[in-house]
């Protein structure tokens, strides 16, 4: 066999080894990526868990150094307050401006509740002081008050007094007097607010009889000189004895409050029908029917048993949103109750629908006439301003014949003949609605004490009147001590409701004493 015949299978065999190794070189390549792509992925993570823990340090680094900033600023700023830079008042404790904080704090929430959130304000600053007790705190508000009602006006001033009693358990009754100068009344469009007023005299009493109110006005009349005007409502009791009071040889005009006489005004003219009568027979029955039941959304209001026509807003407005319910089927408080039962518990209202109607445009007009005396006061041109107010809702309402017109006309003659009473000149106030307000502030600090007799408290009742500043407390505790408080608050409440029953149970813890003893 020729030599040539074996060449073509040599380089067979060695195309075959070339490729094979290829191959090989290929796979260790591909081999070595998927390392270093395996290696690379644990590189990515590594980064990633870096870079988040870099993240987390750099929030931490960053609140640290908020917080530090924070807490710097809080040190300077609290090491900066005038209230720990203050001396205590002298005989004291407590700088004035704590015993000033504290008063007013009190008048608020209370004397143990003051306490305690200065106890609060003062950790969450980070103020390093004493806080007053609850007992000190009233002692201050007790001895402001007395000291409020010595010297309140400048010599030779006008006053107008204003004059009302509030109720307590029992025959305790509690005489109010509060003056404003008639300087200080608010410029017409604003309404008179306690800052205006100042208490004169707070006096307790079993009953008030019109010699017992004489007594005190002249008592007062002389310590302070006798007003201009006296403002009370309808109670002779108070009204009569003014006309002993003069000031520069002239009578004081005692003026009539507005809302008391248009309550009986609506009275005469809507209380006497046999219609609202009825009526309020009625919504006596509803309450008792509906409450604690699925109606119960539509309960009418508490009624008044006193001074119930000065109260009639709620119940007028009530009757009204049960009226829309009623032929509003779909509405949503009405889910869930069948039309047959409110149709029974409630459906009485469609008979009264066009009396109500009728007494609340009285109504309406008796809530204007309020809004005009309490932000315009008495003057030349009061009335003419109330019907003014009135033709802005209604431009014919003089010419229809209609409860709401009647009232209207008495209440605009009503005034007219107010105002020319007046002085040339002057303005006057017209409505005692502030001591209502007054009254009601004064029974939220004697809370739970409300409920009982009058109490020590009532010469705290003059500090409502106040806006206490450190300058306030200066001037009052110099001219009032602590006895001279203490002698004020026994010669006021004498034997109250509190005094007998704790001498009550003083005699008788004494006598079981004595009992147990033998």
């Known amino acids: 066999m020729a030599l040539s015949d074996f060449e073509p299978k040599k380089k067979t065999r060695k195309s075959s080894q070339s490729r094979s190794a290829m191959r090989r070189r290929l796979q260790r390549r591909a081999c070595r990526i998927h390392n270093l792509q ?15 823990c870099l993240s987390d340090m750099a929030s931490e680094l960053e609140n640290a150094r908020i917080n530090g900033a924070m807490q710097s600023s809080l040190t300077q700023t609290t090491s900066e307050l005038p209230i720990q830079r203050e001396r205590p008042l002298s005989g004291h404790q407590f700088c004035l401006t704590s015993i000033a904080l504290s008063i007013e704090l009190a008048k608020r929430v209370g004397f143990r509740a003051a306490a305690d959130a200065m106890q609060i304000l003062f950790d969450m600053l ?7 007790s609850h007992d000190a705190i009233e002692q201050w508000t007790l001895r402001l008050g007395v000291a409020s009602m010595k010297n309140p006006f400048k010599e030779g001033q006008r006053v107008l007094w204003m004059a009302d009693h509030s109720s307590q358990i029992g025959k305790e009754r509690l005489l109010l007097i509060v003056g404003v100068a008639l300087d200080d009344l608010p410029p017409p469009g604003q309404t008179l607010t306690f800052e205006n007023m100042k208490v004169l005299a707070v006096v307790p009493g079993q009953s008030w009889k019109k010699e017992d109110v004489e007594r005190e006005y002249l008592k007062l009349a002389n310590e302070i000189g006798a007003p201009v005007y006296l403002l009370s409502d309808g109670a002779s009791e108070l009204r009569e004895p003014a006309q002993t009071l003069e000031k520069d040889g002239q009578p004081t005009i005692v003026l009539g409050d507005l809302k008391h006489h248009a309550a009986n005004v609506l009275e005469k003219e809507v209380g006497r029908c046999t219609r609202f009568q009825s009526f309020m027979t009625q919504v006596g029955l509803t309450r008792n029917r509906v409450q604690q039941t699925e109606l119960d959304q539509f309960s009418p209001p508490t009624l008044r048993t006193k001074s119930r026509f000065m109260n009639l807003a709620p119940l007028f407005t009530w009757s009204m949103m049960v009226l829309y319910h009623l ?37 309406e007009v008796i809530d204007r ?4 005396i309490n932000r315009q006061g008495l003057h030349a041109r009061t009335g003419e301003l109330l019907d003014q107010s009135l033709s802005e809702q209604n431009s014919n309402w003089r010419n229809e014949n209609s409860s709401a017109t009647r009232i209207g006309v008495q209440l605009i003659d009503w005034i007219e003949q107010s105002s020319s009473n007046l002085h040339a000149g002057e303005r006057a106030w017209l409505s005692t609605e ?3 307000s007054l009254f009601g502030r004064f029974k939220q600090m004697e809370r739970q004490h409300s409920k ?13 009147c106040l806006r206490v500043t450190p300058g306030t407390v200066r001037e009052g505790f110099l001219r009032v001590d602590c006895k001279a408080t203490q002698k004020w608050i026994t010669d006021s409440l004498g034997h109250t409701l509190t005094a007998r029953r704790n001498a009550a149970y003083r005699e008788a813890k ?4 004595a009992i147990s003893t033998v």
């Open 38 to 52: 395996s290696e690379l992925d644990d590189l990515r993570k590594t980064i990633q868990k870096l870079e988040n």
């Open 126 to 132: 980070n103020i390093d002081m004493k806080v007053p």
């Open 327 to 363: 032929k509003n089927p779909g509405s949503d408080s009405r889910i869930g109750i069948s039309p047959e039962r409110i149709e029974a518990k409630l459906g009485w209202l469609r008979e009264y629908a066009d009396d109500l109607r009728r007494w609340n445009q009285c109504q």
């Open 369 to 372: 006439s309020l809004s005009v």
């Open 434 to 436: 502030i001591l209502e």
């Open 452 to 464: 009982g007799g009058l109490t020590r408290l009532i010469a705290a009742l003059p500090t409502l």
């Open 510 to 513: 004494t006598a079981n004493h």
